[in-house]
């Protein structure tokens, strides 16, 4: 019986260890990544056909610490949606006039969307910028969440929220690029595919900066 305990508490030292030492290389790595990224990097014509003026969003990218190993939340959106509809995303949005900051941008959003109060979140970097071919720049903040807390999905707005091991993202073989038909012509993409979840798109390419970053 103490002998199983032993191991039981070396595989935990083990998880904890793992957990700290990927939180440190976020901070440290991320703060010297610069690589800005767009959709038009696998498609390079369609930046001709793109107004100038982005419009500013900003999304979290909550790291849930509490967990037995590190996992990263994800929502998907409602299919009723204008924008993006029933595709997987980060909590987050578009910038509104009362925001002081892209940080608050993104904190507001993400309390709104799926009831993660601001206080519980503690900013540890951010990624470079995305523009997405729908008009959007938007700012990643990489987020650590310590403790859990009580989901409330937005009405109207988020259909389901579920988490990608920290791991998954981490091993670049999981991501791919695709094909698909856009505005009539083939368009190219990252997907990164977990279980039933087709995370694919700004999503997908924001994840692999996180990881190329992590990597470096």
């Given at each position: 019986?103490?002998?199983?305990?032993?191991?039981?508490?070396?595989?935990?030292?083990?998880?904890?260890?793992?957990?700290?030492?990927?939180?440190?290389?976020?901070?440290?790595?991320?703060?010297?990544y610069e690589s800005c990224s767009?959709?038009?990097?696998?498609?390079?014509?369609?930046?001709?056909?793109?107004?100038?003026?982005?419009?500013?969003?900003?999304?979290?990218?909550?790291?849930?610490?509490?967990?037995?190993?590190?996992?990263?939340l994800l929502t998907k959106r409602?299919?009723?949606?204008?924008?993006?509809?029933?595709?997987?995303?980060?909590?987050?949005?578009?910038?509104?006039?009362?925001?002081?900051?892209?940080?608050?941008?993104?904190?507001?959003?993400?309390?709104?969307?799926?009831?993660?109060?601001?206080?519980?979140?503690?900013?540890?970097?951010?990624?470079?910028?995305?523009?997405?071919?729908?008009?959007?720049?938007?700012?990643?903040?990489?987020?650590?969440?310590?403790?859990?807390?009580?989901?409330?999905?937005?009405?109207?707005?988020?259909?389901?929220?579920?988490?990608?091991?920290?791991?998954?993202?981490?091993?670049?073989?999981?991501?791919?690029?695709?094909?698909?038909?856009?505005?009539?012509?083939?368009?190219?993409?990252?997907?990164?595919?977990?279980?039933?979840?087709?995370?694919?798109?700004?999503?997908?390419?924001?994840?692999?900066?996180?990881?190329?970053?992590?990597?470096?």
């Amino acid at each position: 019986m103490r002998k199983a305990r032993r191991r039981w508490d070396f595989r935990q030292i083990k998880m904890e260890s793992h957990k700290n030492n990927l939180i440190s290389n976020i901070k440290s790595n991320l703060s010297k990544y610069e690589s800005c990224s767009s959709d038009f990097d696998l498609n390079p014509d369609m930046a001709f056909n793109q107004k100038s003026n982005f419009l500013e969003a900003s999304v979290l990218i909550p790291v849930l610490t509490f967990k037995k190993n590190l996992e990263i939340l994800l929502t998907k959106r409602s299919i009723n949606l204008k924008n993006h509809p029933g595709q997987i995303a980060f909590p987050g949005g578009k910038k509104e006039k009362f925001d002081s900051s892209p940080i608050e941008t993104a904190l507001r959003e993400t309390e709104e969307e799926v009831g993660l109060s601001q206080h519980l979140v503690e900013i540890i970097a951010s990624l470079p910028t995305h523009k997405t071919a729908t008009g959007f720049i938007i700012k990643p903040y990489i987020g650590i969440i310590s403790q859990p807390f009580e989901e409330t999905l937005r009405c109207g707005e988020v259909d389901e929220i579920f988490t990608v091991p920290f791991d998954h993202i981490l091993n670049e073989e999981n991501f791919s690029i695709q094909t698909r038909k856009w505005n009539g012509s083939q368009r190219q993409y990252y997907a990164v595919p977990y279980g039933p979840y087709y995370v694919w798109g700004a999503t997908a390419r924001i994840l692999l900066n996180l990881s190329q970053a992590l990597s470096r």
